[in-house]
């Protein structure tokens, strides 16, 4: 109809053009695995990527070809997220935390032509390298000096440096329409082989609209971001394309992800925003109370990925006046589904009250549309009680996975997360379990997760997973695997009697077993799966 608003299709290199003319001289600084600090601005960011998006096409890269990074957080990363999508191929960030077998699998299942990766990960690309069929090129990421001297790479090395220095800036990002591919990242892959999520301009734009909004991760042009989260993990979180729309400061760790490195660089670039799994954050804030030292400048931390401990949460607002916001997501929603902030209501509640509120995951962000289902199917009602299956559609949520040969996943056109949850009146979302990890005793739901974190509680444990484990009566019983912490003398029952009082009886485990350690996926998560392949038995086998 005449009149109406302009056709302006959502792409990727738009990010990176609008950060090069509003916020040319906005920094980026970075913790080189050569060893030093990098620092330069957006416009230099914006130059380098054009060279490197006509490195590519001088590579032969074509519009759709996948491109595979295997690199920490740094700006040479950044460059390649706009060079290689804004040009129209697709960039996959490889997990370096997969096994070789795995990381071989999916670069050859994504057809990656080329694969760009720092020099940490040398050996573990050579080995990768003996078992792929698909990359022509590889490129380090680094310059003519610190290129390594020997390599057993079975085809071509070329130099990042030298690809920038031989090309020119002159480059115009092609008119690419929104609904093709940006990029690829495959999910941990818990089960099976990993699957291929595909993310497109227009879903990476969107996501960064909402990601960035004031009740979700909350960045403006006067943060100072620094994402530990890794860019080869669901793009960051969004937070290289936010930092672009908004024009905030980015800060990248590289590899030092230890709680003293991070520490450093958070006070030394007055860093106002971080966002990591609570694994890293354990590690930062053991470092500052050791040190009885405080956070000059960070004012929030995002928490995400697995689900952040009240005491965490009160340990960073309370000692250290650094807000918490507890997030959910996954790989396949790009991955900001909810986030945890209050509403106006909520602000006069007592703390405790308001701690219960940040455990949960928060309200959806708007384009996410989430509801709970029951087995049937059926909607269950946001009562802040009844718990279901987790479903969830919108742009940013994948349809289906890339290649796959499995059935697509979509029900009636949500995507069944895996995640059970309940949903108050309010909105707010507490994962209270995964259906893959879900203890149903006696037809009734059991929360791993609350087992786990009253077995926490015990001065004793180290590491607590609770497991389904088949029982011929109740047909599950929970099961718990302990990690006691070096030199305790920790018994079953002393532990299961902490049980008493602090869970409904019925949701008591059954037994404890007491293990040296528990095996942790490429994305630092229990494999709880491959526990319960050796544990699920026990009750039967015990009879
Ligand atoms: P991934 O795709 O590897 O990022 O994993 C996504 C899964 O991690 C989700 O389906 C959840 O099971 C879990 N997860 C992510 N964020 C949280 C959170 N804040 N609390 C609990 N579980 C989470």
């Known amino acids: 109809m005449e009149g109406l608003m302009m056709q302006q299709p959502l792409r990727v290199a738009s990010l990176l053009t609008h950060a090069e003319r509003h916020h040319g001289s906005q920094e980026i600084v970075s913790r080189r695995v050569e060893g030093d600090i990098h620092r330069y601005r957006f416009v230099e960011l914006a130059q380098r990527a054009r060279r490197m998006a006509n490195a590519l096409a001088g590579l032969g890269i074509k519009a759709g070809d996948r491109v595979g990074t295997l690199a920490w957080n740094g700006y040479r990363h950044m460059e390649l997220y706009f060079a290689v999508s804004g040009s129209g191929a697709v960039l996959h960030t490889l997990n370096p935390r997969l096994h070789v077998d795995q990381l071989a699998y999916i670069i050859d299942h994504a057809e990656d032509q080329v694969v760009f990766f720092d020099l940490t990960f040398l050996p573990l690309i050579e080995a990768v390298a003996q078992r792929v069929q698909s990359p022509k090129v590889f490129v380090a990421m680094t310059d003519r000096a610190h290129m390594p001297a020997t390599h057993t790479l079975p085809i071509m090395l070329l130099c990042y440096e030298d690809l920038i220095d031989s090309h020119t800036q002159v480059f115009d990002w092609p008119p690419l329409d929104e609904n093709c591919a940006s990029s690829l990242c495959y999910t941990s892959g818990t089960t099976g082989h990993p699957k291929g999520v595909l993310y497109s301009h227009r879903s990476t734009v969107l996501h960064t609209y909402a990601a960035a909004l004031p009740d979700a991760l909350n960045c ?4 100072v971001i620094l994402p530990v989260v890794p860019m080869f993990h669901v793009n960051a979180w969004g937070l290289p394309y936010i930092a672009c729309m908004v024009g905030a400061k980015l ?34 804030l053991r470092h500052v109370g050791e040190r009885g030292t405080t956070f000059t400048s960070m004012r929030r931390t995002v928490v995400g990925g697995a689900p952040c401990p009240t005491a965490m949460t009160a340990e960073f607002q309370e000692r250290y006046r650094v807000d918490v916001l507890h997030a ?33 995951q928060g ?35 994948t ?3 890339f290649r796959s040969d499995d059935a697509q996943p979509l029900v009636d056109g949500w995507f069944p997360t895996g995640d059970v949850a309940k949903i108050d009146p ?8 995964r259906s893959k990890d879900v203890i149903k005793s006696g037809g009734e739901w059991i929360s791993s997760i609350d087992i786990e974190n009253v077995a926490c509680l015990h001065p004793d444990v180290a590491t607590a997973v609770c497991i389904a484990a088949k029982h011929p009566k109740w047909d ?3 099961l718990l ?34 293990i040296d350690e528990v095996p942790i996926g490429a994305t630092g998560k229990v494999l709880k799966n491959r526990l319960r392949e050796l544990y699920q038995d026990h009750y039967v086998s015990a009879r």
Not at 371 to 391: C, Q, R, T
Not at 481 to 504: H, M, Q, T, W, Y
Request: aromatic residues 10%; negative net charge; charged residues 20%.
């Open 220 to 223: 403006s042009a006067r943060d």
């Open 251 to 284: 800060v990248f760790p590289g590899p030092a992800l230890d709680g003293k490195s991070l520490y450093e660089l958070i006070e030394a670039e007055q860093v106002t925003l971080s966002a990591g799994v609570p694994t890293v954050w354990q590690g930062l």
């Open 328 to 360: 959910w997501g996954m790989t396949e929603l790009s991955p900001v589904g909810t986030v945890c902030s209050f509403k106006a209501h909520q602000l006069s509640l007592s703390p405790q009250q308001r701690y219960s509120i940040q455990a949960t």
């Open 363 to 397: 309200r959806a962000v708007f384009g996410i549309d989430m509801k709970i289902v029951d087995a049937d199917g059926s909607e269950l009602p946001w009562n802040g009680i009844s718990a279901g299956d987790l479903m969830v559609r919108g742009p940013w949520v």
């Open 399 to 401: 349809r289906g996975y």
């Open 426 to 433: 309010d909105g707010f979302m507490q994962i209270t379990d």
């Open 476 to 478: 599950e019983r929970p």
């Open 481 to 514: 695997l302990i990690v006691k912490k070096p030199g305790r003398s920790l018994d079953s029952d002393e532990l299961l009697a902490f049980f008493d009082g602090r869970v409904a009886k019925w949701w008591r485990p059954d037994a404890v077993v007491f």
